[in-house]
Every structure is written in structure tokens, then in C-alpha cells.
């Protein structure tokens, strides 16, 4: 039996401006399935990152978003906030392309982690320093009790994703969206974290919804892929057979591009 996690059907999502409304997604339908790893890819513009933010209403006033996005059959669009607060705090979890802008420069990572933690769990100190450290070492930080202390300019690019992902990670969560986790890095680096992410994936049993505008980071670690251009979706499939058997010509030039 396969369940579905996510499931968005005929989403569409317009921007009013000087009373016009320009429509950044045109009805797309797509969803992610307990355990599986989808990609939505498409080249900047065609409406990505407006979709991941769907999920969570957390596009702000002047978006207008018709259809449906149910997470685990209850409806997000027009949701009220009791329940979109409840669903970010603890079953949807995003990271994003730069984790300088979401990090708090003025705070040690102790203090980040602890906000995640503490936020929706009610640990003590202790038992929220303990966790945290468990956290650094699952993504990968070396010496964790020695980085409790650091601030995010002290780390590297590829510390502080891994940073962020801990910080995804900290309450559980059930469905992962990561948003061009890996375009702000050096490719040896981007390895690294896509890897880190694989192994999450597997070990947390997480759903994830990936997004990129790189086929080659698709390869490594998507399901099934939504190509998107012009906020539609133009071609769907399962991973490999995206990539043996392109049907759409715009993901043929995408391929085409990568190669
Ligand atoms: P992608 O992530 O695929 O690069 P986006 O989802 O960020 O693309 O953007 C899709 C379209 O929606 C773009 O044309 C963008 O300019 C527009 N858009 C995104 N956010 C807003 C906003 N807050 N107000 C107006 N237009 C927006
Ligand atoms: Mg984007």
C-alpha cells in the first residue's frame, strides 16, 4: 500500500500587483508518497519555490492560490493558522538554498538548535543540549561539544547547511522540502550534503519533495520527477525513466543541457 504524504491537485498561485494578477503557477497537480523522494525541476522562474511554499501558506498577502495541497489528507489552502503552525512546527520541514539568511548571526549554534528544539518539545536544558549534540552528529559535525559555542560565520558553507538540515531535522519531521539545498555550495561540498541528505532520507524515513535546476542532482537522489516550466508541469515520471526516455522537449533540452 502506498499512502500519500502530500497532494496537490490543480494548484494554481497568482501575485496581484497594481491590480493585475500575474499567475506564477497554472494548475499543477502532483504528490509525494510515504518514503519517496520527489524532484520538481525547471529552470529559474518557472515556479518552484512558490509551490513549496504553498504547502505551508507561507507566500504572503498578495498571492492568490486556488486548488487543493492536502498533507496527509487535510487541506492546507486557507488552513487556519492553529493548524499551519502545528504542521511547520512538526511534520513539514524546509531548507533552503542560502542558510546565512536563515540562521541567526547573532546566536551560537547552541542557542539555534535549543529554539528549534524547545519550541515544540518540552525538554530541559540538559536534555535539549544532549539532543542537540545528537542532532550535529547525525548531519555530520564533527566535534560537536567544541561547535556548540561557534557562530554561523565561524563555520564553513557546508557546515552551516548541515547546521540548517539539523535544525530541519530537530522535531521529526515526516515530510522534508529542501529548496536548492546544495546551489549555493562548491560541488565537492554539494556531494557532501546530497549524500547527508540520501542517508537522512533513509535512515529517518522521511518524505522529501526536492528542488533544484540541476538533472544532475536529480539523478542521485529523486523517485519520480516533476519537470516544470512556465508554472506548469510538462513532464512527470519516474527518475530513470525521465532520463532514458525524455517525452517533453523542453526536459530533452534540459538533458540535453546537462550533459
Ligand atoms: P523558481 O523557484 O522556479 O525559480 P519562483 O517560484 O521563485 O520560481 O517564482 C515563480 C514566479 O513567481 C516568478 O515569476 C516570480 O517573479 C514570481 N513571484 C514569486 N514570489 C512572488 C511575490 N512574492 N510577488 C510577486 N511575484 C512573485
Ligand atoms: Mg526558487
Known amino acids: 500500500m502506498t499512502e500519500v504524504t502530500l497532494d496537490v491537485k490543480d494548484l494554481g498561485i497568482g501575485f496581484r500587483q497594481d491590480g493585475a494578477l500575474s499567475q506564477a503557477v497554472k494548475g499543477i497537480s502532483f504528490d509525494v508518497k510515504r518514503g519517496e523522494t520527489v524532484a520538481l525541476v525547471g529552470e529559474s522562474g518557472s515556479g518552484k519555490s512558490v509551490t513549496a511554499l504553498s504547502t505551508v501558506s507561507l507566500l504572503g498577502d ?23 503552525r502545528k504542521t511547520r512546527g512538526n511534520d513539514i520541514s524546509f531548507i533552503f538554498q542560502e542558510p546565512m539568511t536563515s540562521l541567526n548571526p547573532l546566536h551560537t549554534l547552541e542557542k539555534q538548535l535549543a529554539e528549534s528544539l524547545l519550541l515544540h518539545q518540552g525538554l530541559t536544558g540538559a536534555e535539549a543540549r544532549s539532543k542537540i549534540i ?54 565537492t561540498i554539494q556531494a ?22 540541476d538533472l544532475g542532482i536529480v539523478r542521485k537522489i529523486a523517485d519520480r520527477v516533476c519537470v516544470m516550466k512556465d508554472g506548469e508541469i510538462v513532464e512527470h515520471g519516474a527518475t530513470a525513466e525521465i532520463f532514458r526516455n525524455p517525452q517533453h522537449a523542453y526536459t530533452q533540452m534540459l538533458l540535453n543541457a546537462e550533459s
Open 192 to 213: 557532501q550534503i546530497l549524500e547527508l541528505l540520501a542517508e537522512l532520507k533513509a535512515s529517518e524515513g522521511m518524505s522529501m519533495l526536492f528542488i533544484t535546476h
Open 62 to 84: 498578495s498571492a492568490e492560490v486556488t486548488g487543493s495541497v492536502t498533507y496527509n489528507g487535510q487541506q492546507m489552502v486557507g488552513a487556519d493558522d492553529a493548524l499551519l
Open 134 to 187: 545528537e542532532l550535529l552528529v547525525k548531519v555530520g559535525i564533527h566535534e560537536p561539544e567544541n561547535r556548540l559555542q561557534s557562530y554561523p560565520h565561524q563555520l564553513s558553507g557546508g557546515q552551516r547547511q548541515r547546521v540548517m538540515i539539523a535544525m530541519a531535522l530537530a522535531n521529526g519531521p515526516d515530510l522534508l522540502i529542501a529548496d536548492e539545498p546544495t546551489t549555493a555550495l562548491d560541488v
